[in-house]
């Protein structure tokens, strides 16, 4: 391939199919972000008026609000417990359905459609199955005589209730994963923990759960960057400006969309972009070399 | 422990496909069934007050070629958006991501692998924090509350996918299939779209299934750059929460079952490239 590829009219041919893709790349998650910082100096309104440099005036607003001290806290917590909760429960989930049974690709993927719905239309018709008056939930925990708590207004409750159904919608995907993860270990590893008496929690703690790891790994940072934009359920099911449920995401939309301060939604978006990059650098190590394991399994 | 996995696929099954079935139920009644304080699991051919029993009726799908009170159009009017939106940047999508993962995949270009993980770290933005920047620039092009403005965005949105899992496709095309042709005296170009796209049909289908989703699905950019004109359904759907005659359940619920079974459809039909898809290609079954 190098005799043809290494000409150098082949690598401006290169380019010219990569340059399209590219461009638009730039111009519309690259240039913003710049525009970003440059927007986060300034008093930039939604409702018109001159836009005028007020140097790190939007900064000091920002670190000292405890809003976005809480937002940060509500969304590193939901981070934790979804992300945690989907991987335990598709993790265990993929143990039940590893062997074969009768239809399992039809129950496989049943199981699978909620990952693939959309989550706004979804958690907005959670809400009437959680609804703490007529809600199906409810009349069944009543049925049973257990308690029926108000489910999307008790303040204790109501991030419970999001994460409840980030976890209905998410499970799927770390099952799916984790499947893949228990099919790709080779079955003469397991005959070979048998010949030598391994106890079933030893053959589990030293074969399956390290030989899935990396997968686990991939699964949760996915999961993880995935979480960290949450946005959609908060908007369904509390709204934007419910100090119980702000996430970031929740809290730009606010600060933007309801208060009208773009210069300080820049600011935020800016922290917010620091952290995502942090998080984005680790994943892409991460990912490069899974890459490079599997083509030397691969290969 | 055969009783155990058994219970565990069950309950589980029950419990994840519930809302779904209750989705469906809801679409077939009346908007007193819905908030009935006794519970209405039975689709029948009438309705009493004390019994689990309601009478089914297809008037919530009927009444979708109403406006529900409070909105201008009526639920298709949104569809039909984001039918456009949805097509038209999946399409825009896939082309510039398979030549983009082309390019990448066939030729040496310097800091390619730089350039690959810089596409797929845009995936990771939140859309809350882009749209800050995008709304300013999208103000001063007129791009706010456009069609366009949408799909450019959810191109962009959704090239990191592509470009990640048509470069998987790619890779696995032999390159002495486009060597002979070029031997033959065919242009790249020629080879590209001769060789390479019929080779990659059947990656470019399921890359396009995904997109497709995936801007089918978003929220984040759709409600805060375009909450009036080139308004999609999940805003649509999201404007209806608040409404002044109470929510229109059955409504919704029929809007609901008709917006999300082409999602269940697609699904099925690319249902051995779902770990491929959710993990960029990076897994490969």
Known sequence: MTSVSGSDSSRWLGWSFVTPALLLLLALNLFPLFFSIYLGFTNADLSGGETQGIGARNYT??????????????????????????????????????????????????????MMLTPVVLSLFWNLILNGHYGILNQILGGLGLPQPQWLTSDDLKFVSIVMVDVWMWTPFMMLISLAGLNAIPGYIYEAAEIDRASRLTVFRRITLPMCAPLLGLAVLLRGTDALKQFDLVMAMTGPNDLTTQTLSARVYQVVFRDYKVGLGAAYAV??????????????????????QQGRAGG | MKLLRALIIIGYLALASFPLLWLGLTSLKTYEDTISARAKFVPWTESSPQSVTFQATFEAYRNLSKPVAGTSHDFYHYLLNSVLIGTLSTLTAVALGTLCAYGFSRFRIPGSKDWLFFILSTRFLPPLAVVVPVLVMYRSFSLENTHL?????????????????MKGFIDEIPRAFE????????????????????????????????????????????????NYEAKTVPVY????????????????????????????????????HLLRGVTFGTIKQ
């Open chain 2, 179 to 226: 060597e002979a042709a070029l031997v033959d005296g065919y242009s790249r170009l020629r080879a590209f779209f001769q060789v390479i796209v019929p080779q990659a049909a059947t990656g470019m289908a399921v890359t396009a299934v995904f997109c497709l989703i995936s801007a089918w699905n978003e929220f984040g950019f759709a409600m805060t750059l375009n």
């Open chain 1, 271 to 292: 922290v917010i972009l620091v952290m995502v990059i942090a998080v984005a650098t680790l994943f892409v190590r991460y990912m490069d070399q899974l890459q490079r």
């Open chain 2, 237 to 272: 759907f999201a404007g209806l929460q608040g409404n002044i005659e109470g929510v229109p359940w059955p409504q919704i619920a029929a809007g609901m079952m008709i917006f999300v079974l082409p999602i269940i459809v697609f699904t099925v039909l690319v249902r051995n």
């Open chain 2, 149 to 165: 403005g949408l799909i450019l965005l959810y191109t962009s949105f959704n090239l990191s996918l592509a470009t990640w899992l």
């Open chain 1, 61 to 114: 607003v920002l670190f000292s609000d405890a809003r976005y001290a809480g937002a940060i806290t509500t969304t590193a917590l939901f981070v934790l417990c979804s992300v945690s909760i989907e991987l335990v429960l598709g993790f265990v989930l993929a143990l039940a359905l590893k062997d074969r049974f009768p239809a399992k690709p039809v129950v496989l993927t049943i199981l699978l459609i909620p």
